[in-house]
């Protein structure tokens, strides 16, 4: 079997997950990983908005969203986007 055939008869199908793993004072303060978890989600929610079929993956962590509404307490604009990244936490009817 030459290289191209074999190539051909291999097919693959890969999942490639987004995910994260946002740990609070771990090498930084407090403070600095908050800022840092806010302008991540900030992102997260543009990619979102620009990629509907988009998914994200919070690695079974609350306490980052819990930042993040602190910070951005709008639940009519940037919470229409959270139930896709809840997803993550295996909530799937909200």
């Not at 793993?21 to 090498?27: G, N, P, S, V």
């Not at 997260?44 to 998914?55: C, F, N, Q, R």
């Amino acid at each position: 079997m030459g290289l191209c055939t074999y190539r051909s008869a291999l097919k693959l199908r890969a999942h490639f997950i987004p995910n994260t793993h946002l740990d609070r004072e771990w090498t930084i303060d407090f403070q600095h990983t908050r800022s840092l978890t806010v302008e991540f989600l900030d992102n997260l929610i543009d990619i979102m908005k620009k990629i509907p079929e988009y998914h994200f993956l919070l690695y079974s962590q609350t306490v980052p969203l819990e930042d993040y509404f602190e910070i951005r307490p709008d639940p009519f604009g940037h919470i229409s986007q959270m139930p896709r990244i809840l997803k993550g936490f295996g909530i799937d009817n909200c």
